[in-house]
């Protein structure tokens, strides 16, 4: 504690002892017949002959409550806390931002593709292809983002006061939500992060979770929508993040969002220990509306010009096939020209696969194979190239939902 056990600065004295403030070493001021005894058991069952003066603990899983340790925490503090105790970590909060990252969703919706299959060697795969979507979407994504990700500034918190909270407001609660979006783009779902506070006599020390701060192993959490919305800037978004404990030592979330003004909205069920671990960095890119940087920059770049609503997912011919076939159960697109052209070099990359969600005015560009497409929030539609037939020209669109999501 700081309370009389800060280190003074400097460097250790001769023989390796660090002198603490009050001019002893930690060894010297050490009672020597005292001992450290270890009580094995759990935290529940265990006994002590005395109420303890600080309780130490790492009782923090991702997004905080993974794992459901903070009960055993709170368990210990009402077992063995001495009045006036201290609990480290002291305190800590959930947050939670709009956040937008159209390659992870792309992925998880291209997982699906195979269960849309109509003629597996005779099977029809395709009664299964909606419970794999919800498997894939229902995952807590595990990794880190970036902070320009967000589509707005506003950051909603729950707080937790180790010192005080039950085990009943640990199992069950909710976060209300609501973000004013400062940037146009597709709203994928939330990013979230946990810091822990220790509070000591004369100091505070955060630990931060967050995409401003170093990383941890705990990184950071997204929750993702089956359906994303649509969103422009000035238009806000309401809804709500409520946890459920449940019996694999986790907790089930629903996300709800809802396009404030509108009927349009959307929810998700979230399986916190069905985690999904995505260790790679999303960067500026995109929210600038690259949804994948291709390595090569080659030529026969084809723009198609958008009239999908918004909230509509769009593929964009020959860089979409299984996706596109799994979004709307229908065969993949014939490749574009540019696009086949590009794959006659043996040594070309395939073609990538990726969904590209637009909002109505934007273009969406598609280039040759080894490079994806590039989302454009707001921007003019380009007009088609000459040479691209009528019916190459058109977006393979999946239906929007009834509630216009």
């Known amino acids: 504690d700081d309370a009389g056990g800060r280190r003074r600065g400097g460097p250790p004295p001769q023989g390796g002892a660090v002198v603490l403030e009050g001019g002893t070493s930690r060894f010297e001021s050490l009672d020597p017949s005292a001992r450290i005894i ?23 899983g991702f997004l905080l409550v993974h794992e459901r340790m903070l009960e055993a925490f709170v368990v210990a503090r009402d077992r063995f806390l001495a009045p006036g105790g201290k609990m480290y970590p002291s305190s800590a909060t959930i947050r939670c931002a709009a ?22 060697y005779g099977v029809d795969l395709a009664p299964l292809y909606d419970d794999a979507l919800d498997e894939y979407f229902g995952q807590a994504v595990v990794g880190y983002f970036a902070r320009d990700q967000l589509l707005s500034s506003d950051v909603c918190s729950k707080a937790f006061d ?10 069950t609660f909710e976060i209300p939500l609501h973000f004013a979006i400062t940037k146009t783009g597709i709203l994928h779902g939330l990013g979230c992060w946990f810091d822990a506070d220790f509070a000591g006599t004369a100091h505070r020390v955060t630990l931060s979770t967050g995409p401003d701060a170093p990383g941890t192993h705990w990184y950071q959490c997204r929750v993702l929508l089956k359906h994303p919305i649509a969103v422009n800037a000035s238009q806000s978004v309401s809804g709500s993040l409520a946890f459920r404990a449940n019996d694999r030592l986790s907790y089930d979330v629903r996300l709800l969002l809802r396009l404030d003004g509108t009927a349009i909205a959307a929810s998700q069920v979230v399986h916190l220990d069905d985690q999904m671990y995505h260790y790679l960095q999303g960067g500026a890119a995109a929210t600038a509306g690259v949804v994948a940087a291709g390595a090569a920059a080659g030529s026969g770049l084809a723009s198609y010009p958008q009239s999908a609503p918004p909230g509509a997912v769009v593929a964009v011919p020959g860089v979409v096939d299984a996706a596109v076939g799994a979004m709307t159960h229908q065969p993949p697109p014939p490749p574009h020209p540019h696009l086949a052209a590009g794959a006659a070099d043996a040594d070309a990359e395939p073609a990538a696969s990726v969904v590209v969600p637009v909002v109505q005015g934007t273009t969406t560009t598609a280039t040759h194979p080894g490079d994806l497409g590039t989302f454009v929030p707001g921007g003019a539609a380009a ?15 999946a239906a929007p939902a009834e509630d216009g999501t």
Request: aromatic share 8%; hydrophobic share 50%; proline share 6%.
């Open 99 to 120: 956040l937008t990252d159209p390659q992870l969703w792309a992925e998880q919706a291209a997982k699906a593709a195979f269960w849309s299959s109509r003629h597996f």
């Open 383 to 397: 007009a088609p190239d000459d040479d691209v037939d009528d019916d190459e020209d058109a977006l393979m669109a």
């Open 162 to 171: 180790f010192a005080t909270i039950t085990l009943a407001e640990l199992r």
């Open 38 to 60: 270890v009580a094995k058991g759990r935290v529940e069952d265990v006994a002590l002959p005395e109420r303890a003066d600080a309780i130490i603990s790492e009782p923090l």
